[in-house]
């Protein structure tokens, strides 16, 4: 019996090929996926859309997706689908890269633990419900990119502080009820703007917040013996890893690393 249970487990993890932690497969058309459950990573990568990932075919799915900490959707993928990337519940960290276009229903939704996300310049589309149920996420950078939020887009994001919004025109936000921020705190959250905030305060964007204000790279402290490669997020904490295709501060700069 022993000798027959260990050739079946064998040939599980041969027709899915897959090591004892790490499990891959498609996730799209021309996307595959990447797990390592020792380090808790999820790699996408390849082209076109996101379309997320069945797990029929990955033994213990559930407690396996679990096992997920940081997201990373590296170049080349042009789009997440709608759910692509949601109801990792132990996910804290995410990347998406500046090949991406844009970001599904719900694409990250029910990300309760996502404390992070690092949206690269490329992104056009944030649409319907994107980050809803993202409960402990406090910032979130919209690069200049962003031409349209969707209704619902930071539903339940209770903890969301602060909007930092680097495009020069307000993205277009649909006003349908129900609106895109609902259920968090508009008392504290503010947008933070680089460019004119006159142009935001005449928009749609001013019914939302409390606070609009000018960008200024608070937090950011000059450090005596600052390399030039040094950076720092645009909520002035310290990057020690950045990212390609990420924005961030440098020699006082705000850049987008290539």
Known sequence: MRKILFLMATLILFNNKISAETFSGPAGKNVAYTI???????????????????????????????????????????????LGCSGFINMTKAFVSSTVKYLGDRAFGNSRAMKEI??????????????????????????STVKEVGNDAFMSCSALKSITCLSPEPPLIDELQPPIFTSFNIVIAEVLIVN???????????QHFNRIEKYTGAGIKKIRGD?????????????DNPQKGGIYISGGKKIVLR
């Open 118 to 143: 690092t949206l690269s310049e490329g992104i056009e589309d944030i649409k319907r419900g994107c980050f809803a149920n993202c409960s402990v996420l406090e910032h979130i950078v919209l690069p």
């Open 36 to 82: 390592d459950t020792e380090k808790g990573t999820l790699i996408f990568t390849g082209s076109g859309e996101i379309e997320g990932i069945d797990g029929t075919d990955i033994p213990s799915w559930p407690d396996v997706k679990k096992t997920i900490k940081t997201l990373h959707i590296e170049e080349g993928i042009t789009g997440v689908g709608d």
């Open 227 to 239: 390399k030039a490669d040094t950076y720092y997020n645009l909520n002035g904490i310290k990057v």
């Open 196 to 206: 004119d905030v006159e142009i935001y305060e005449n928009s749609d964007w001013a």
